[in-house]
């Protein structure tokens, strides 16, 4: 069932400092007892450009930490809970890790759970097991599970916990059998190689329904979102280079893509509605909306799969007028004139198909990230947001070779001239990008002005 898309009026996301500062609190008494793991904090800043508290997925405190006021803390400062063994607090106006207070049932090696316990998320338990030579015994979870957790470095009443998820959000094992770990696998596979190349769109997206249909019939919606992303990533990381330095980077500590904020598609006005529908059968739900101005002529509707821990940004060109109207579900009609969006469609094709996302937003340190890629032959544009609480900027755009029936078709119709077709052909035009993302005190938003200029910068026009 298709979700109502709300005004953007119904998001009126601020920061949260003192929720922050709370967060931040725990994490440094943590940080003050085990030195292994501020060891490795460092080399998360030094070595990838991001920061220990962006992967950091929850907290456990035993039942006697600060007992009688951590829970005053927690919800005086916006945290919510219901009841339940353990208490799991959550923050419904931030991003901010869940705060779990109690004795955590998964960790059999440890069932008292004394420890005051720092998980983190990574994307591949036995990877990072590797890297940091944990033994055998430190893993939870069969392989292809949804959950899987290994400890590390349990030092002084403290442990840290590596934690992959996959569309999995609760703190006790899935009970998954062997058919269906092998069933993921393959449809992981399927996903990864499904053919986008489709010219007939609306084709190419009933062909990839019908393969989450599969999917979601066999291992239910949110695993299947998890799995059809990972996969999203892998094909966008194939045609990205600074995607493919800072993977490298982030792998070499185990971590993978776990600190992503946000994937970004751009669409066709034909193709928008298709896209919203497909995005809905994985479980997406409809937040807030953007409208960038009539100069950019471009709008996105926001989306986010809380189980798969997924946000969409998906981008379309737009009139002033139809910011007030259902625009994700209702068919756009034919527009003579492309904007930014809809002319990077008509020259790579949609992002849902052969182009692939325009970019993957991650959360890092943001001055350290552009420093260490620019190091790495990897350069930033100027950033388009610089507020106290949200930073964001572009790697350099990748240019993507054009199809020269795409080019043609888009000089036949006026949308570039014969001096951008020549351009084209030879240069090739903008295709994807990296974004460096750094949030504090827990935004969650994003900068409507900013992003207006950062995608008049992006037009291939403008290259």
């Known amino acids: 069932m298709a979700s109502k898309s709300p005004d953007a009026e119904s998001f009126q996301w601020e920061p949260q400092p003192a929720a922050a500062a709370l967060v931040s609190r725990l994490i440094d008494q943590f940080l003050a007892i085990n030195d292994d793991v501020v ?21 456990w405190l035993p039942k006697s930490f600060e007992q009688g006021s951590i829970e005053k803390n927690l919800a005086e400062v916006g945290f919510e809970t219901e009841e339940s063994s353990p208490q799991v607090w959550h923050h419904p106006g931030g991003i901010f890790p869940q705060i779990v207070i109690g004795p955590v049932a998964l960790l059999d090696w440890n069932e008292k759970n004394e420890n005051l316990t720092l998980a ?11 890297i940091h030579s944990l033994d ?13 957790v290994a400890s590390f470095s349990p030092q002084q009443d403290t442990v840290l916990v590596a934690i992959e998820r996959q569309g999995w959000q609760d703190l006790t094992m899935p009970t998954e059998t062997g058919e269906q770990i092998a069933l993921a696998a393959r449809h992981h596979q399927q996903l990864a190689v499904r053919n986008r190349s489709s010219t007939a769109t609306q084709s190419g997206f009933d062909f990839c329904a019908n393969m989450l249909r599969q999917a979601i019939d066999d291992l239910g919606t949110d695993w299947a979102c998890h799995l059809f992303f990972a996969a999203e990533r892998t094909y966008w990381m194939s045609r990205n280079f600074a995607a493919r330095v800072q993977y490298d980077r982030q792998q070499q500590l185990g971590l993978g893509w776990a600190n992503h904020d946000h994937h970004t598609y751009r669409s066709s006005r034909s193709c928008f509605h ?18 960038a101005g009539q100069e950019a002529g471009w709008g996105a509707q926001v989306l986010e799969q809380p189980q798969a821990g997924i946000i969409v940004f998906a981008d379309v060109d737009l009139s002033p007028e139809e910011i007030s109207a259902d625009f994700s579900h209702q068919p756009l009609p034919h527009r003579d004139q492309l904007g930014t ?22 959360q890092f340190d943001f001055d350290a990230a552009r420093s260490q890629l620019a190091e790495a032959g990897v350069e930033t544009m100027a950033p388009f947001t610089d507020f106290p609480f949200l930073k964001q900027a572009f790697t350099q755009g990748q240019m993507w070779p054009v199809e020269p029936d795409r080019i043609e078709a888009a000089l036949a119709d006026g949308h570039i001239s014969q001096k951008l077709a020549e351009q084209f052909r030879r240069e ?6 990296l974004e460096i993302l750094e949030r504090n005190d827990g935004y969650k938003g994003f900068n409507q002005t900013g992003v207006s200029d950062i995608i008049l910068r992006t037009d291939p026009r403008n290259q």
């Open 274 to 291: 298709l896209l919203i529908g497909v995005l809905e059968q994985m479980g997406f739900q409809c937040r807030e909306r953007f409208y």
């Open 120 to 130: 983190i998320k990574i994307n591949d338990v036995a990877h990072f097991a590797r």
């Open 428 to 433: 090739g035009a903008l295709g994807s990008h």
């Open 341 to 362: 969006v809809g002319l990077w469609c008509a020259l790579h094709g949609e992002s849902f198909l052969a182009a692939g996302m325009h970019h993957l937003e991650c």
């Open 39 to 59: 060891r490795l904090a460092q080399r998360m800043h030094v070595e990838t450009g991001t920061r220990l508290n962006d992967w950091v997925d929850s907290i």
């Open 136 to 148: 055998e015994s430190r893993l939870l979870g069969q392989p292809g599970s949804r959950l899987r």
